[in-house]
């Protein structure tokens, strides 16, 4: 960008504050959200898809079982009993383990097989 043209991007924005169009807008006076964590690899694509309310069904299959693992104690936490989260943890494994032997669409996975046993009892710990 030369000399020229930042002046006149600069002008555009004094003018549109004198105007008032930077007040009051969504956000305003709150830290950015996400400040002082990590980025994901895929920040970009968590982004979008919050921005855009994007649901899982949207995402590639990767980053959709990635998001189910980072969902994971959420997702557990709101069944009923023991049962239904072994059955729940053996289908992701399910899809883990599908996604593992053949190609799949998305990053590669950065996460392996669940351990039913110790889920099951970091469950039964968030129980109380």
């Known amino acids: 960008m030369s000399d020229r ?3 006149g991007v600069e002008r555009q924005i004094q003018e549109a504050e004198a105007r008032g169009e930077f007040k009051n807008l969504p956000g305003a006076g709150k830290p950015l959200p996400g400040i002082g964590q ?3 690899e895929d920040w970009w694509l968590r982004q979008q898809s ?4 994007i649901g899982l069904d949207a ?10 693992i980072e969902q994971l104690p959420e997702t557990l936490d709101a069944l009923g009993d023991e049962a239904a989260v072994r059955e729940a943890l053996d289908a992701l494994n399910v899809r883990i383990r599908k996604a593992l032997i053949g190609p799949i669409d998305g990053p590669p996975l950065r996460f392996g097989l669940r351990d039913v046993d110790d889920e099951v009892r970091s ?4 129980r109380g």
């Open 5 to 7: 043209q930042a002046r």
């Open 38 to 40: 990590p980025l994901h």
């Open 50 to 53: 919050t921005r855009e309310n």
């Open 59 to 68: 995402l590639p299959p990767a980053l959709r079982l990635a998001k189910e």
């Open 123 to 126: 469950w039964r710990e968030r």
